[in-house]
Nanobody
Framework: QVHLVESGGGLVQTGGSLRLSCAAS????????MAWFRQGPGKEREFVATIIWTSGSTYYVDSVKGRFTISRDNAENTVYLQMNTLKPEDTAVYFCAGAIGNSLFDTWGQGTRVTVSS
């Protein structure tokens, strides 16, 4: 069983940057696909970005393309989300999630809050 812990959230001004981290413990992530989701105030949880651990292939929701980058560190068993040019609409609790192979995302972290001030 994998245990995920996010960190790196905080308060930032419009146009600023943050890097979120998702550290995994319990087992290696090499058989996983990992993703970041977010849930803004009064909104449904939405997909942000995903990475296939073995290939490094990535996919992003249109609203963050060109601004966010998902990456992974094999040695640290950690997934990152580099967020640049942040906008107030990026304000949300960001969750890290994992899934084995092509299964649904069933392992979640506790979330880290990101607030972008205008």
């Amino acid at each position: 069983q994998v245990h995920l812990v996010e960190s790196g959230g905080g308060l930032v001004q419009t146009g600023g940057s943050l890097r979120l981290s998702c550290a995994a413990s319990g087992r290696t992530l090499r058989t996983y696909k990992m993703a970041w989701f977010r849930q803004g105030p009064g909104k449904e949880r939405e997909f942000v970005a995903t990475i296939i651990w073995t290939s490094g292939s990535t996919y992003y929701v249109d609203s963050v393309k060109g601004r966010f980058t998902i990456s992974r560190d094999n040695a640290e068993n950690t997934v990152y989300l580099q967020m640049n040019t942040l906008k107030p609409e990026d304000t949300a609790v960001y969750f890290c999630a994992g899934a084995i192979g092509n299964s649904l995302f069933d392992t979640w972290g506790q979330g880290t809050r990101v607030t972008v001030s205008s």
